[in-house]
């Protein structure tokens, strides 16, 4: 039987218990928080004092703490016995074991009991001013229906299916279906090319594909059906697609195609929920890391869902009744968490907005906000920036009184872009978060909320710690930093519910990427600085990894590509920083010998091979033939010098003396020069 939360008479809190985080979790204090069963075993929880105690008992008792919120928030058909069975230092990481649940009965079900009329979804299509509503009530039938079409066409628990489609109502339905029946879903975000596509169905050996006819996005159609068909081509494990319209142009459909909305018809609305394990997998995630194959991240269900749930609650400050506005894709993990998981498990109305920043113009944004009156609005600082640069006016039109919360995400936000938000846009009135977080880690680790929600907010800067979250910084030598005002490497000294399970198919990676390089922690692959008073700020990327639009990319995914050109010897790839997209794409390449071809074209077939094969955004900015690259004596590229070079930061070269051939850097440096 499914038990709405705190509804056994095991799960009764204490009056102490209910009295004490109902003062400290709600983090406003405006609307009553039901958190009576929030602490069955009180012991662990009793005399905490106030928000920092709280916040560090999180850290000192995470067990403690991680119990009881997971008994009160999510709604289990069998208690857990056991809270976590981590170890760090091989990489395994297990959150309440012994428990059972449906993460689409905690998202859609269990409000569906209470108020089946609340809207789950704002669709805010690409054509401005034809939004759509979703109540929980038709989220979960379209979620039945669904599932049961999956069932009858042999979709079993622990199958993983490809969801390749823009962010809309059936692509969440698509996501939970795949959650109530028990298998796994793989979203790749609808940006990505034919290769790409292909090369993430292969790695999680996808038989089913959902997909649409096709894509509009910024009133351009993209062609995601077609997409799909190249790409299955290479992926035999393929059996069938199924394709929902998003327009009303027919595409042609094959044996292997299943037209979705037609069959979903003939479906019952009732679907029965598999039971799940906590650690079964809820989803894989591909993400770039510093080699050339992007890694299938694995989160599982209880621990993902709660860290999504709360972090949702406390960082936003949401309270119920909310509308929340997430403007990223449901391609990305800030998409799953964000507009999908966590707000849906709040019992939140979600927005699903399909277009970009300006289109039709740069008022998308405020125009959407005044018609959906959203009260917390999430972005990325690349669309702040872009926006910033229009001009107050197209803010200004229209109506933010209902804005309470801003958000930003996905890469550092400067200082300019994070006056003009909190000043422009928040009428100097809304705190803006600066939420750091990855892939990797599930949900937002760092940010200024929820530890105590008059605190000071510093422009730029993640600032805290969440709860249950213990952030440490690394030296060169692998030793703790323990003092302020200082630099590492970010690493985590404590497991939390939301991270990252394993790579899939590839557990050994796993531990090499995140646990061996620090012995016993969480390397995030992020530098950060910890201020004199605490706070962090995030300082970038400590690998090959780069951040173009808030899209993480890795140089030598890239680089895989060029050198597929039969022309190139070799090549690098380094980001540069970029007035808008935060980091741009810059490469260099070295052609074969006696290669005679005309630069310009070259370049752009170059450009056209990194869309073909990974995505637009990807494409080089600036592509630099060079006779050599800078190498040490070894032959390793020195990629430092390169980054120095395009920053054009000669005075930082640094020590040279490995070098090869120091002729090399001012050939490169000569180069750049001509090039801008
Ligand atoms: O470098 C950090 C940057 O984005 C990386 C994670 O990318 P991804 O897994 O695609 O997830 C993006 C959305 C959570 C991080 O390693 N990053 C993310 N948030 C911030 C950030 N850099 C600076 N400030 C942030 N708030």
Same mark, same amino acid.
């Given at each position: 039987m499914w038990l709405p939360c705190g509804c056994t008479s095991k799960y009764v809190a204490s009056s102490f218990a209910r009295r004490t985080l109902a003062s400290y979790l709600h983090v406003s204090g405006r609307s009553r928080c039901n958190v009576a069963a929030f602490m069955p075993e009180a012991a662990g929880l009793e005399g905490v004092s106030g928000r920092a105690a709280l916040r560090e008992l999180s850290v000192s008792n995470s067990e403690s703490f991680w119990a009881a919120v997971a008994r009160h928030r999510l709604c289990w058909s069998t208690p857990f016995h056991t809270v976590q069975d981590c170890d760090l230092s091989r990489g395994k990481i297990k959150w309440f074991e012994g428990g059972k649940l449906n993460v689409s009965v905690n998202c859609l079900d269990r409000h569906v009991h209470t108020c089946p009329e609340r809207v789950a979804l704002i669709w805010e299509r690409d054509e401005r001013g034809s939004e759509m509503k979703y109540t929980y009530g038709e989220l979960l039938e379209m979620t039945c229906r669904l599932g049961n079409l999956l069932r009858r066409h042999g979709v079993k628990r622990g199958d993983c299916v490809t969801i390749y489609m823009p962010t809309c109502p059936l692509a969440v339905a698509s996501m939970l279906a795949c959650a109530r029946i028990g298998a796994a879903h793989n979203v790749v975000f609808a940006g990505f090319s034919a290769d790409a596509l292909a090369e993430r169905i292969r790695d999680a050996q996808s038989s089913t594909v959902i997909t649409v006819n096709q894509g509009v996005r910024g009133g351009k159609v993209t062609e995601l059906k077609k997409t799909v068909d190249t790409a299955v081509q290479s992926c035999p494990t393929v059996k069938q697609v199924f394709v929902a319209m998003r327009t009303d142009n027919p595409v042609t459909m094959t044996a292997r195609d299943i037209a979705m909305e037609e069959e979903m018809?003939?479906?019952?609305v009732v679907c029965e929920p598999a039971v799940m394990n906590s650690e079964d997998v809820l989803f894989l995630l591909y993400t770039s890391g510093s080699t050339g194959k992007p890694k299938g991240l694995v989160h599982t269900q209880a621990g993902y869902l709660l860290y999504a749930a709360l972090t949702h609650r406390y960082v936003f400050s949401y309270h119920d009744g909310d509308v929340f506005g997430c403007v990223a894709d449901i391609g990305w993990i800030t998409g799953h968490s964000y507009v999908v998981y966590g707000p849906l498990a709040n019992g939140a109305t979600t927005v699903l907005f399909e277009s970009t920043?300006? /289109?039709?113009?740069?008022?998308r944004y405020w125009d959407m906000v005044e018609r959906l009156k959203i009260n917390q609005f999430y972005g990325a600082p690349t669309a702040i920036r872009l926006l910033l640069k229009y001009g107050d006016q197209w803010v200004n039109? /229209?109506?933010?009184?209902?804005?309470k919360t801003l958000g930003s995400v996905g890469e550092p936000i400067n200082t300019e872009a994070w006056e003009w938000y909190h000043r422009v846009v928040g009428d100097g009135r809304c705190p803006v978060v600066d939420t750091w977080w990855q892939t990797e880690t599930g949900g937002i680790c760092i940010a200024p909320r929820p530890s105590d929600p008059d605190a000071e907010i510093v422009p730029g800067m993640a600032m805290r710690p969440f709860f249950g979250i213990n952030p440490v910084l690394m030296d060169t030598e692998g030793e703790v930093l323990t003092s302020n005002n200082t630099s590492g490497a970010l690493c985590m000294a404590q497991p939390w519910?939301?991270?990252?399970?394993?790579?899939h198919n590839d557990h050994q990676r796993f531990i090499d990427t995140y646990f061996q390089p620090y012995p016993g922690y969480f390397f995030t692959g992020d530098g950060a600085y910890r201020s004199e008073e605490g706070y962090y700020q995030i300082t970038g990327r400590l690998d090959d990894v780069i951040n173009v639009s808030g899209h993480r990319i890795g140089t030598a995914e890239i680089e895989d590509v060029v050198n597929q050109c039969p022309a190139v010897a070799e090549s690098a790839v380094v980001g540069y920083t970029h007035s808008i997209k935060g980091q741009g794409v810059y490469a260099f390449v070295v052609l074969k010998k006696g290669i005679d071809v005309q630069e310009a074209d070259l370049s752009r077939q170059l450009n056209g091979m990194v869309s073909e094969k990974?995505?637009? /955004?990807?494409?080089?900015d600036f592509i630099q033939f060079a006779k050599r690259l800078p190498k040490t004596r070894s032959g390793k590229i020195m990629r430092r010098v390169l980054r120095k070079v395009v920053e054009s930061d000669l005075e930082g070269l640094g020590d040279l003396s490995t070098l090869d051939d120091p002729a090399a850097v001012q050939e490169i440096i000569q180069g750049h020069e001509k090039l801008l």
């Open positions: 018809l003939k479906e019952d920043p300006i /289109y039709p113009d740069p008022g039109k /229209y109506d933010r009184s209902t804005l519910p939301g991270m990252a399970r394993t790579i990974i995505a637009k /955004y990807a494409s080089p």
